[in-house]
């Protein structure tokens, strides 16, 4: 049987062991972001109960299901895909969006946060491996969709996220991760509230803190196989 306490504690002081191995100026703490993907409720809640603060999530309709009866007080992360026609839901059901890649879709969700009465906090989603399996910005297109973000009165942009390729040999990651931390440094120079850099999964999450992430996405590690 998973136990999610005892892996939650794992994870965390996987965690800590990679911050002390960061080579960059500053070392901020890690948010754990709980991935709760094809897990029930009550695992998602038992994870709540031993101390995670973030949950993620990937579909909408699965989210929305688990959160009527979550009864927990939890910042909700959207980390997969998101259509158009699907911002409304997301609006009101997360509190940070992660999978900002089109000017389309931000305004799609800036719509929907102008008729609910919020400002949404998003990050965009970078696809520096050009992977056609993936979503996300590539690089050279990254500026101008900032600059549409950033005319939409009901985002506000708080970083981005990274989906590396899932290589063979995790360390072929690490010239990504280094690379989107780079960016951050850079965009964040000439910004107020820019500070989240979301990278790294069960599988690659130690490499992406050891370069810069301060946000990783974890569920297998913490829950245990997924139920497909």
Same mark, same amino acid.
């Given at each position: ?26 070392? *901020? *703490? ?134 590396? *390729? ?8 690490? *010239? ?53």
């Amino acid at each position: 049987m998973v136990s999610v306490v005892e892996n939650l504690k794992a994870v965390a002081n996987e965690i800590e062991l990679s911050r002390g191995k960061r080579k960059i100026k500053d070392n *901020p *703490p890690v948010t754990l972001i709980a991935v709760t993907k094809n897990h029930g409720v009550e695992m998602m809640q038992q994870a709540i109960d031993a101390g995670v603060l973030n949950i993620g999530e990937n579909r909408i309709q699965e989210a929305a299901e688990k959160f009527k009866s979550l009864n927990r007080e939890v910042t909700r992360h959207l980390i997969g895909h998101l259509q158009t026609n699907k911002a409304k839901a997301a609006v009101r059901l997360f509190d940070l969006i992660h999978s900002v890649d089109s000017e389309n879709l931000a305004a799609a969700i800036d719509k929907a946060a102008f008729s609910i009465g919020k400002i949404q906090d998003v990050l965009i989603q970078v696809n520096l491996a050009k992977e056609d399996s993936k979503f996300g910005v590539y690089e050279e297109n990254l500026q101008t969709l900032i600059e549409a973000v950033d005319a939409l009165q009901n985002l506000r942009l708080r970083g981005f996220m990274l989906i590396a *390729p899932n290589y063979s040999e995790v360390e072929n990651c690490r *010239p990504l991760f280094s690379r989107m931390y780079e960016i951050f440094v850079e965009v964040g120079k000439a910004r107020q509230n820019f500070d989240f850099l979301s990278m790294g999964m069960t599988h690659d999450y130690k490499i992406a803190i050891e370069e810069g992430a301060n946000m990783v996405r974890i569920g297998t590690a913490i829950f245990g196989e997924r139920n497909y």
